[in-house]
């Protein structure tokens, strides 16, 4: 069966992949994302998470904890959003209204995330002066791992940098260079930690940088934390109460992460090590996924979702093919006997 064509396709769709395939949802083992497979345990919420309005003592701890986490410099502003889509959005609509001088269409590569291509190309992004421009960079790529060019930071007018998936490389982020003028980084929460459905990203970056898209503006002066009009575009409760305290508390584990990351290294090694046998050659990925060249990438999706496994496939190439980790000895199994 060849697999639909979209556009912007993404993993997930189970239930597509159900109406195909037959199975109930738990006899399915869902490969297709690039979500750890086993999440941050969040613990107990308090009522008033639920039952308030989010407050700023909240926001401020979450902001605090996500600081530490990323070392984000002391120059630097940080925004908390409901996922990285959102924000992937808001910095299109933005830039699209903005009186930035010889802003240009951005310089997005072709085999990458596509919501990012896709938010510029919305109708309201009418800008294509000469000029500087903007590059967008996913770091490391998805789907194949690839780390940006250091030296396009700062090398055009402006910089962002998704690192969604960086959280298992560390010491590869260019947080640090967010304090310079130019550069934005956009940080997701629910891959590394497991919890999509949570819904929380961040926009980190200089503060004129944040702003730069209203002139009128000013930097928030309680706390620094970010310009009024990134702020202002996202609505007064971006980010809902338990989505606050669980991402504090995430935020605030360290000790999870540095665990988390050598099990995440380890099972992306056994992946490997499985797929080997069938021919499969690895292009790249992260810890979170591999994504792999095979004869006939349709073919072999197919072949694992009659037993039930979901794997992601691309519009732009017949041969790569993505594997998310098992998370579970019993997916593991199911896997190795569907291969």
Known sequence: ??????????????????????????????????????????GDIPPDAWQRLPDEAAMERLLHAARRFWNVPD????????????????????????????????DIEDRTYNE??????????????????????????????????????????LTVIDESFCDTIPDHSHVARSAAPGVVVVKSFGKFWGLAGLRLGFLIGEPNTLGLWDETSSILPTHGYTSASTKEALGPWPVSGPALEIGARALEDHAWADTTRTRLAQDAARLDVLLHPTGAQLIGGTDLFRTYAVPDAAALQDRLAVS??????????????RFGLPGTEAHWAQLQAAL
Not at 89 to 99: E, P, Y
């Open 1 to 42: 069966m060849d697999a639909p064509v979209h556009k912007r396709d993404h993993g997930g769709g189970l239930d597509a992949a159900m109406a195909r395939y037959g199975g109930s949802r738990d006899q399915w083992l869902d490969l297709s994302t690039g979500i750890n497979p086993v999440p941050y345990p969040i």
């Open 75 to 106: 120059s630097a502003s940080i925004l908390a959003a409901p996922g990285a889509s959102a924000l992937i959005r808001v910095l299109s609509r933005t830039l699209s209204h903005s009186d930035m001088p010889h802003l240009t269409k951005p």
């Open 116 to 157: 990012w291509a896709a938010a510029f190309e919305l109708p309201d992004y009418i800008r294509y002066d000469p000029g500087p421009g903007i590059v967008i960079r996913v770091h490391p790529n998805n789907p194949d791992g690839r780390l940006m060019d250091e030296g396009l930071i700062g090398s055009t007018q």
């Open 308 to 321: 039930h496994i979901w794997t992601r496939i691309f519009p732009y190439s017949d041969s790569w093919i």
